[in-house]
């Protein structure tokens, strides 16, 4: 499966929950299939999915998921000790690992090569990381969410995008109303 | 006066009560500060980067963000500030050591020293110098105007301002 399949399954489960989506082709996709009040699209800033997503979390109540990619991840390593030292059992944090900068034109990442983005979100200690193949993410994902426990998911799956248009909803206005959902 | 609790007492003041740190030696007594403060939830972030995206995070789920750092860190944050802080328009006020100023022991100090004003200004940031203790009498108008305007906000704390580097 690529990504744009994968946000099309998981899309259900995400609906009524914070979702931090990833800049580019993800916050593109995810804004095609099912754009909503609760989704905080990241129109740039690679890397910080993670962090914005975390700051959410630990301010508030409500599940948050940020949705990462593994270049994202790959540039802001230094997250996964700050969310693993700070622990909050609201946050789930789901990597879609293509193995590639898909946004740029699929040019390969390490973490398709000898890294493990899994064995080191648990060398920095976080303690629930579950690495999963793309077809199997819904039910693994769902759990992460109902459970009361703080989770990074690692889905491994193909590389490849779809074409699409960008988000032209302005910035503010995207903020303005993810800021609405969180009081709702 | 103790500055580093004048500028804590600032932050809680402002209800200020999310801060992200990365340390410099001129702000170890502000960083233990915040960190003894109940109301203040303390997040050491490893990038100054990571920290502002921890901090828009924070704002948008309804704290009132600041992050504490060394004016190096404006070389690791311009992206940050220009496509998330101020893209989306979100308020954040950064308390910055300004490091390579007078009294300044550190030759290499010197050099992000002499851009750190122009990079701010070339990035319309409002921006405050902190070179006299009486001057932090200002730090609560700017908490203020920060929270007004929805803006970053710089508060460069030179050597001068935290009483030199002692014997080294
Ligand atoms: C500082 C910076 N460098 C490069 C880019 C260009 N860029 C945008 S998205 C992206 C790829 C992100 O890859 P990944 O996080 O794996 O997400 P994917 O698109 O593969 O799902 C890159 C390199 C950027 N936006 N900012
Ligand atoms: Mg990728």
Known sequence: MIRSEILKE????????LVVCNIGLPSQELHLIDDQPTNFYMLGTMGLSSSIGFGLALSQDKPVISI???????????TLPTI????????????IDNGSYGSTGDQPTYAGQKTSLAAVAVACGCEN???????DLGPVLQAAIDSDEMTVIVCKCDSGNIKLPVITLDPVVIRHRFMEAVKS | MNIDKKIVDDFVANEISFVTTVPCKQLAGVIQEVEERDSIFH??????DEGMGLCAGAFMGGKRPAIIMQNTAIGVTINTLATLTQFYRMPLPMIISYRGELREPVACQVEMAVHTKALLAQMNIPTYHFHWQSDVKEFDNILKYTFMCNKPVAILTDANFWGGYGDQ
């Open chain 1, 68 to 78: 990462d990619g593994d270049g994202s991840v790959l540039t802001n390593l230094g």
């Open chain 2, 43 to 48: 997040i050491p972030s490893n990038k100054e």
């Open chain 1, 129 to 135: 990381v579950i690495e999963v193949q793309d077809k």
């Open chain 1, 10 to 17: 998981i899309a259900p489960i995400i609906r009524d929950h």
């Open chain 1, 84 to 95: 693993a030292n700070n622990e909050t059992g609201n946050y789930t944090l789901l990597i």
